[in-house]
């Protein structure tokens, strides 16, 4: 019975932890897709090239959204042609840093750590990113089938009505690109009906088991961490990956590690797993990307973590600084998270329900 209540807490706790910024994030993505034309999208993220991993590193690198809130938007691009890479180096570059994010650790841990974070996260990103256009090239499917007898062309009812719609919605298709204004009732039709129904069974499934995870893990985490020493490492990255913590909320679980003993490589590890990734996420950049493009993204950031993690304890075992000596502490929560949580759990089991009647 203890457990149960200790799972229901856990679940209600990471509900409302996510639900704002997933909500948000569901927001921000419907007033982009309106806001900016898929054909800048193509063209700039949709070449599977250095390039476009780059920019799209860069351009998630000062957004303040976190590794749920990051989801919406990534499907969001990769709807309007960005390539696998492009969309997997904005899934890990944009939750693992934040202007938010970015000052709170700069107000916490200093400049060196925070430069540190911010550069090591870009690195992680492009690696994966370009391992991806490398090793998981792009299958676009055919839209028209061409037929031998007589050369007729078949097009499948779901691609017609997608030809249909894209024709009468996108901008894309018209000659008049000032035609298409901003409309707020699209943006918001397009983030909470076509992203969410795409991503509320992952969401639903990695809330779950997020929680049960979350329930399961031990009080003492700080102890354990250090009596381990270098394997605090490996004790971080299986507690962070599935683990959901944004960038900002994972600095004070950081801290405390630290000031409890345990290497400032080892909190970095944390820092930067525990932020980028979680069963949610996962669960989405399978259904998104496809499985091998999921083992190159844990892969980049459970490895990457690791090999930064070291660096940054060389850093400061080859100077005189206490890592533990820069740390400053704070946190809170409220209304606002609850109501988000409950707006988001009626629309997830709605499309989920809905996903399940229409099999």
């Keep these: 019975m203890e457990i149960i209540t200790d799972f229901l807490n856990s679940l209600y706790e990471l509900s409302n932890a996510m639900a704002p910024y997933i909500l948000f994030g569901l927001a921000f993505a419907g007033v982009l897709h309106e806001l900016v034309p898929e054909s800048i999208v193509t063209k700039h993220l949709g070449k ?24 919406p938007l990534a499907t969001s691009i990769k709807k309007s042609g960005a390539s696998k890479g492009a969309t997997l180096s904005f899934l890990i570059s ?56 007589g050369f007729s ?55 779950l088991l997020g929680a049960l995870i979350t329930t399961f893990i031990p009080d003492n985490l700080g102890e354990i961490l250090k009596e381990y020493s270098w394997l605090s490492y490996v004790i971080a990255i299986i507690i962070a990956v599935p683990m959901y913590v944004c960038a900002t909320a994972s600095l004070p679980i950081a801290a405390g590690l630290m000031l409890s003993g345990v290497s400032a490589g080892a909190a970095f590890v944390f820092l930067s797993a525990g932020p980028a990734t979680n069963t949610v996420t996962i669960g989405v950049v399978k259904k998104m990307l496809g499985t091998k493009s999921l083992y190159i993204y844990l892969g980049s950031i459970i490895f990457g973590s ?34 988000s949580s409950i707006i988001l759990w009626v629309l997830v089991l709605y499309f989920t329900i809905k996903s399940y009647f229409k099999k």
């Design 48 to 71: 599977e090239n250095i390039s476009s991993v780059v920019k799209s590193t860069i351009f998630g690198i000062p957004l303040p959204v976190c590794s749920c809130g990051v989801i």
């Design 94 to 149: 944009t939750p693992i840093t934040g202007v938010d994010s970015i000052l709170a650790t700069f107000g916490m841990f200093g400049w060196v750590f925070t430069i540190y974070r911010v550069i090591t996260s870009m690195f992680i990103a492009m690696i994966a990113g370009i391992l991806t256009n490398i090793f998981d090239k792009e299958v676009e499917k055919p839209k028209f089938s061409v037929m031998p007898q």
């Design 153 to 207: 062309l078949h097009v499948d009812k779901e691609d017609e009505e997608e030809i249909k719609s894209c024709c009468s919605t996108s901008s894309s298709c018209s000659t008049d690109e000032t035609s298409n204004k901003f409309s707020f009732t699209k943006a918001m039709s397009y983030a909470f009906v076509t992203l969410l129904g795409d991503i509320a069974k992952p969401l639903l499934w990695g809330l």
């Design 306 to 339: 690791i090999i930064f993690g070291l660096g940054l304890d060389y850093i400061f075992n080859i100077s005189d600084i206490d890592p533990a000596s820069l740390i400053h502490m704070h946190e809170e929560a409220g209304l606002i998270s609850i109501l």
